[in-house]
């Protein structure tokens, strides 16, 4: 979507080491999300926030760990990459309010 | 948490056909959205559908909230509607955001 964008796109990176997602927003929306996508289970919600410097964990927050110092970033951090970290890894964006998610392309992560 | 719960988890249909996905939920909850996943992987919200029923073009969308379950209806399907059709529910936290909780999908599939 044009109002969210993750960056890279796809990354391969060797097990131990530490990598960073970014998710940055146009929207001025409130709400941001982390998402891991695997086969066989769905999207699971990994951290979110609900506003500058405010964070909580997800379902599957062992591992990583976020941060968002402005409004339009989001950043996820793999603290010490492992192989059972290699997924799809998704970013939403919520308004405040009745609305729907709007979700970024996605990143996917390999980790070898 | 709550359980999500769609079915079929895989469709098949002929270029023209109707369909209906199912999607069962848990627990009482506050949001309740719709995502189609394409062959690209790129996620499209299709509904935020709490309650009642809602209509988009050929696709339309009923949750009868105090039952805890959504249908998606797709009609005379095309090739492009291929792919796989997430439903999503949440209920407002404290931060005032909703942390989507996905089922693990209907792969669709619709062959010329």
């Known amino acids: 979507d044009a109002g969210i964008t993750q960056s890279p796109r796809h990354k391969v990176t060797e097990t131990g080491t530490p990598v960073t997602l970014r998710c940055h927003q146009t929207e001025n929306h409130r709400y941001m999300y982390w998402y891991r996508q695997d086969p066989g289970h769905g999207l699971r919600l990994i951290h979110y926030?609900?506003?500058?410097?405010?964070?909580d964990k997800g379902e599957v927050s062992d591992g990583y760990s976020v941060s968002r110092s402005k409004t339009e970033d989001f950043l996820l951090t793999l603290e010490s990459a492992t192989s059972s970290q290699t997924s799809v890894y998704f970013c939403?964006?919520?308004?405040?309010?009745?609305?729907?998610?709007?979700f970024g392309s996605g990143t996917r992560l390999t980790v070898v | 948490g709550i359980q999500v719960e769609q079915s079929p988890p895989d469709l098949i249909l002929q270029e023209g056909a109707n369909s209906t996905l199912r999607c069962n939920f848990s627990?009482?909850?506050?949001?309740l959205q719709w995502f189609h996943q394409n062959p690209w992987g790129q996620l499209i919200n299709l509904f935020y559908i709490p309650s009642g029923t809602k209509q988009n073009g050929r696709l339309s969308a009923t949750t009868v909230a105090t039952e805890r379950y959504s249908l998606l209806y797709i009609s005379s399907s095309q090739t492009t509607d291929s792919g796989v059709y997430f439903c999503?529910?949440?209920?407002?936290?404290?931060?005032?955001?909703?942390?989507?909780?996905f089922g693990k999908g209907t792969k669709l599939s619709v062959i010329p």
């Open positions: 939403a964006i919520s308004g405040t309010g009745v609305t729907g998610y709007t």
């Open positions: 999503a529910v949440g209920i407002l936290s404290g931060a005032g955001s909703y942390q989507l909780t």
């Open positions: 926030s609900y506003g500058v410097k405010d964070t």
């Open positions: 627990d009482s909850v506050n949001n």
